[in-house]
């Protein structure tokens, strides 16, 4: 059971990256889904969650509100983060969990790898 996180990369200041969230070894449709990152050195910061809710909840960190966009398409077992208006302080590694529960809620069960997000021109 695994989430594996992909998209990361290089982009300059003002650009976009979309982050994906695959679940590997198990069905997405009961699992909410949180987002976190994690600059080296630094506490992980929790930036997004959606639910597995019919009204698919999404909440975020007022860090990334507005410009960071969560979805999910149970039918591709994917999770997205659709990322906006990126900073250099955007800059991190960036995870994906799940928990065992419609709505977000805390532990989560299983995290991803990580991947990398580098905002610099």
């Known amino acids: 059971v695994q989430p594996v996180e992909s998209g990361g990369g290089l982009v300059q200041p003002g650009g976009s990256l979309r982050l994906s969230c695959v679940a590997l070894g198990f069905t997405l449709d009961y699992y909410a889904i949180g987002w976190f990152r994690q600059v080296p050195g630094e506490e992980r910061e929790g930036i997004s969650c959606?639910?597995?809710?019919?009204?698919?909840?999404?909440y975020y960190a007022d860090s990334v509100k507005g410009r960071f966009t969560a979805t999910r398409d149970n039918a591709e077992n994917t999770v997205y983060l659709q990322m906006n208006s990126l900073k250099p302080e955007d800059t991190a590694v960036y995870y994906c969990?799940?928990?065992?529960?419609?709505?977000?809620?805390?532990?989560?069960?299983?995290w991803g790898q990580g991947t990398q997000v580098t905002v610099s021109s």
């Open positions: 959606i639910s597995s809710s019919s009204e698919r909840s999404t």
């Open positions: 969990a799940a928990v065992s529960n419609f709505y977000c809620s805390i532990p989560y069960d299983y």
